[in-house]
């Protein structure tokens, strides 16, 4: 059984044990000066430093603060082409309904979306998704939004 302590957390956000549901899903416990259990992976015990039980390896992680994983429900991360020209505009003044006229606005993202091929999705999505799970997000839910049909989502 590989046991881990991690210490130097100045302060650790956690929820209450077990689920929650309604309110009490916004009650978070905040520990100062903590420390965390990890055992076989999973989390075995948080407390106060002071209260750590003793473990085969210890690492300070240096003063950070340790938070639930953040879950991103609701993301478009599948897409090609940008929209620099319409945000140019739009700063511009030119409304987005004249965007639109143009061939500009989502439709020109949905267009270059819908010609681009699968790999070439994919490795521009990877950067994006990587980002989210450098921000701390621990479950993305992901969708297109761009394709016209089933087939394309």
Known sequence: MAELLLTG??????PPPGPQRGAAMRELTVLKDA???MRDGMIAWV??????????QIRDLGGVAVVPGL???????????DRLADFEARVEGVPYEELLARGGGIRSTMRAT??????????L???RLAALLHSGAT??????????????E
Do not use: C, M, N
Request: zero cysteines; aromatic letters at 6%.
């Open 125 to 127: 999505a990877r950067p």
């Open 114 to 123: 819908a010609k681009a091929g699968v790999e070439e999705l994919a490795q």
């Open 9 to 14: 957390i100045t302060q650790l956000v956690t």
């Open 139 to 152: 479950t993305i839910e992901v969708k297109s939004g761009y394709g016209l049909d089933f087939e394309a």
């Open 47 to 56: 407390g106060s430093r002071q209260e750590a039980p003793a473990a085969a």
């Open 35 to 37: 420390a965390l259990l």
């Open 71 to 81: 879950v991103d429900p609701h993301t478009h991360a599948v897409w090609a082409g």
